[in-house]
């Protein structure tokens, strides 16, 4: 799924398995989308937080093939619609991959202003591949 992104960390089953699964301090939502022969399409990892006694939600990362749009646009939907049946009013996804802010603007989210990650981190390549997933 890496291929056609021009930096992106390590995103293998191991390190996914003990990022969201075993991470002892926050409960993810993880949704897994596959082709018809069980191949890992992509995914998603949500999760829900309370702030000012209202509950959000968050998606924390979405990876997909580069190109395959089909395959965010499919997550993203499963993803607000978990989101909506967990009671949450509000979504958040912070992003720099022009892919997936696209995708994310045809579903309704808006930008907002955050500090640009490349003054916190240094000089990045461009467009690289980088999520809440990440630490930031």
């Not at 291929?3 to 960390?9: F, K, M, Q």
């Not at 992509?42 to 937080?49: H, I, N, Q």
């Not at 499919?74 to 992003?95: H, K, M, P, S």
């Not at 997936?100 to 916190?120: E, I, M, Q, T």
């Amino acid at each position: 799924v890496h291929d056609g992104y021009v930096a992106i960390t390590l995103r293998n089953a191991s390190f996914l398995q003990w990022r969201y699964r075993e991470y002892p301090e926050t409960q993810y939502t993880v949704l897994v989308l596959r082709s018809n022969g069980n191949a890992v399409r992509g995914y998603v990892v949500l999760e829900l937080f309370e702030q000012r006694r209202r509950l959000r939600g968050k998606i924390i990362d979405l990876l997909t093939a580069c190109n395959d749009d089909q395959a965010r646009h499919a997550l993203i939907d499963a993803a607000l619609g978990v989101l909506r049946e967990q009671g949450a009013d509000t979504a958040y996804c912070f992003t720099t991959c022009t892919g997936l802010v696209d995708a994310l603007g045809k579903h309704g989210f808006k930008p907002k202003r955050r500090p640009d990650p490349a003054s916190v981190l240094g000089t990045l390549p461009t467009d690289p591949f980088i999520t809440e997933g990440d630490g930031i």
